[in-house]
C-alpha cells in the first residue's frame, strides 16, 4: 500500500514539474515554436476557395486574348500572302471588339523575309479596311507556337481527342458526341434527343 501512494505521488510530481516547464515554456516560445498568444501574422488565413482556380482561369483567359491578334502559318492560304477565310473573320471580330486596337498583330515568321513582308502588308490592308489607320503589325515567333508533326496532323483528323471511346465509328481516340454506341457525354445514341 505504501508503494502505491509513493508511486501515485511521484507520478503526480513528475506530472506537476512538467506542466509547470511547459506552461513556462509555452508562455511566449510555444511548444513546439507555436506562440498562443501572437497576433495573426499576413497570409496565415488562406484565401477563399477557388481563388487559385479563378487565377489560373484568368491567366488562361488572357493568354487566349492575347493569341486572337497572332497570325500563324495556317492562317494564310499555302504559301503565299493571303489570308484564310477563318482567319478574316477573327480579324473581324477582333476589330470589332477593338482587341486590334490594344494589342499588337503578331505574324509567325515563314523563314522567308518576302514572304513575311508581304503577310504584314496583307495584314495591315485588313485591319486598316476596318478602319485602323496605323494599326501595328510585326513577324514575330508568337508566344504559343503551333503544333507541328504528326500530333498536329492526329489532332487535325480528330484523333488527338481521348475523350469518350472509339467504338461505333471504326476509329480509334475522339469519337464526336451523339455518334455511335459508347461515348461517355451527351447523347450516345444515334437519332435520341434528351
Known amino acids: 500500500m505504501l508503494i502505491k501512494i509513493t508511486i501515485a505521488s511521484f507520478t503526480k510530481s513528475c506530472l506537476a514539474v ?11 516560445g510555444g511548444i513546439f515554436g507555436v506562440d498562443r498568444c501572437a497576433d495573426i501574422p499576413a497570409g496565415a488565413i488562406p484565401e477563399p476557395a477557388g481563388a487559385k482556380v479563378c487565377d489560373w482561369q484568368t491567366a488562361q483567359v488572357a493568354n487566349a486574348e492575347a ?9 494564310f492560304v499555302g ?9 478574316l ?4 471580330r477582333s476589330a470589332g471588339s477593338g482587341l486590334a486596337t490594344n494589342q499588337p498583330s503578331i ?6 523575309e518576302t514572304l513575311d513582308a508581304a503577310r504584314v502588308t496583307a495584314v ?34 480528330g484523333l488527338g481527342n481521348f475523350g469518350n471511346g472509339s467504338s ?4 480509334g481516340g475522339y469519337q464526336p458526341m451523339g455518334m455511335g454506341m ?13
Open 168 to 171: 461505333g465509328n471504326g476509329r
Open 124 to 157: 495591315s490592308l485588313q485591319l486598316a479596311s476596318y478602319g485602323f489607320t496605323d494599326p501595328v503589325v510585326t513577324v514575330a515567333i508568337p508566344a504559343a507556337l503551333g503544333m507541328q508533326g504528326i500530333r498536329a496532323e492526329r489532332i487535325a483528323d
Open 89 to 92: 473573320n477573327r480579324i473581324a
Open 18 to 28: 512538467a506542466l509547470i516547464t511547459t506552461w513556462g515554456c509555452a508562455s511566449r
Open 107 to 112: 505574324i509567325e515568321p515563314s523563314g522567308d
Open 67 to 75: 493569341d486572337q491578334t497572332v497570325f500563324y502559318k495556317c492562317d
Open 79 to 87: 504559301n503565299s500572302a493571303k489570308i484564310a477565310p477563318e482567319s
Open 182 to 194: 459508347g461515348g461517355s457525354f451527351g447523347n450516345t445514341i444515334p437519332g435520341a434527343s434528351y
